[in-house]
T-cell receptor, first 113, second 111 residues
Framework: KAGVTQTPRYLIKTRGQQVTLSCSPI?????VSWYQQTPGQGLQFLFE???????NKGNFPGRFSGRQFSNSRSEMNVSTLELGDSALYLC????????????FGAGSRLTVL | EDQVTQSPEALRLQEGESSSLNCSYT??????LFWYRQDPGKGPEFLFT???AGEEKEKERLKATLTKKESFLHITAPKPEDSATYLC????????????FGDGTTLTVKP
């Protein structure tokens, strides 16, 4: 059974650019959530989608956005990148609307120069 | 707002030296408390879910327990392969779809 796949695994951008990260959940999982992980802040919740609807959003500026497609695949976008956006972006999927266990991907490591 | 505090930040043990990791939480309406393990360069991996005070779960050398305010992850006779960062997270009934994570405890087990 394939796990959660995130692409790209590594990327380098410069300030002011934008980036799109992709996540393919485990087959059959309908919920996808995104987290930002940094050494200083730990794992911070970005947003969660279920059946193409955003159910919850963390305390991040509007530059951070996401969406989910009908096949449950998800993308997140960060516009006007800042140095502080350098982080590991983790995607996690889970089975159902209130299912609790998260299965994480390996993450996308973003470096902003 | 849900909050999770883990201690200690780092723990160094000799192989075979048992110890415990602490996770204190504040949540309005606990849906579940979760323990994850994260190895360098990888995403967190699920270990346990606990739902109500008094509940215990075991897996190999790990045992997780839950009270109304905290959870413990007990590690019995650890081995070097248990070295990792252990993350605690909570989900509440009032915050659908969101897991709130602690900063983790980085465990190093020396042979």
């Amino acid at each position: 059974k394939a796990g959660v796949t995130q692409t790209p695994r590594y990327l380098i951008k410069t300030r002011g650019q934008q980036v799109t990260l992709s996540c393919s959940p485990i087959s059959g999982h309908r919920s996808v959530s995104w987290y930002q992980q940094t050494p200083g802040q730990g794992l911070q919740f970005l947003f969660e989608y279920f059946s193409e609807t955003q159910r919850n959003k963390g305390n991040f500026p509007g530059r951070f956005s996401g969406r989910q497609f009908s096949n449950s695949r998800s993308e997140m976008n960060v516009s006007t990148l800042e140095l502080g956006d350098s982080a590991l972006y983790l995607c996690a999927s889970s089975l159902g609307q209130e299912a609790n266990v998260l299965t994480f991907g390996a993450g996308s490591r973003l470096t902003v120069l | 707002e849900d909050q999770v505090t883990q201690s200690p930040e780092a723990l160094r043990l000799q192989e075979g030296e048992s110890s415990s990791l602490n996770c204190s939480y504040t949540v309005s309406g606990l849906r579940g408390l979760f323990w994850y393990r994260q190895d360098p360069g990888k995403g967190p991996e699920f270990l346990f879910t606990l739902y109500s005070a008094g509940e215990e779960k075991e897996k190999e050398r790990l045992k997780a327990t839950l009270t109304k305010k905290e959870s413990f992850l007990h590690i019995t006779a650890p081995k070097p392969e248990d070295s990792a960062t252990y993350l605690c997270a909570v989900r509440s009934y009032t915050n659908a779809g969101k897991s709130t994570f602690g900063d983790g405890t980085t465990l190093t087990v020396k042979p």
